[in-house]
């Protein structure tokens, strides 16, 4: 199970951070990592982390958002920086296992987490 926090309504330029609480510890994840979506538009991957802290992130959030785990908390923080109006959307925490490369057989989603950034 997974619990997504943290979101908020943010002016443009500030920082958020969003939190992903896993039932399950985090070390026995394969992949976790966050998505967003907006209404009309397909889920898109926002950043991943591997269990040995190998990461990837969209083109549009490197250099801005920050993935991390936090195995002796269970959490998978992602801190975000000069928010942007187009980072507004719902962000949603994955978990991944089974995983080929960043590929995984069987995925978990938790509830999303609401970010809307005013200009």
């Known amino acids: 199970q997974l619990q997504a926090s943290g979101g908020g309504l943010v002016q443009a330029g500030g920082s958020l951070t969003l939190s992903c609480a896993a039932s399950d510890p985090t070390f026995r994840i394969d992949v976790m990592g966050w998505y967003r979506q907006v209404p009309g538009k397909e889920r898109e991957l926002v950043a991943l982390?591997?269990?040995?802290?190998?990461?990837k992130y969209a083109d549009s959030v490197k250099g801005r958002f920050t993935i991390s785990r936090d195995n002796a908390a269970n959490t998978v923080p992602l801190e975000i920086d000069n928010l942007r109006p187009e980072d507004s959307a719902v962000y949603y925490c994955?978990?991944?296992?089974?995983?080929?490369?960043?590929?995984?057989?069987?995925?978990?989603w938790g509830q999303g987490t609401q970010v809307t950034v005013s200009s």
């Open positions: 982390i591997t269990s040995g802290d190998k990461k």
């Open positions: 994955n978990a991944g296992f089974a995983c080929v490369h960043w590929e995984c057989y069987n995925q978990y």
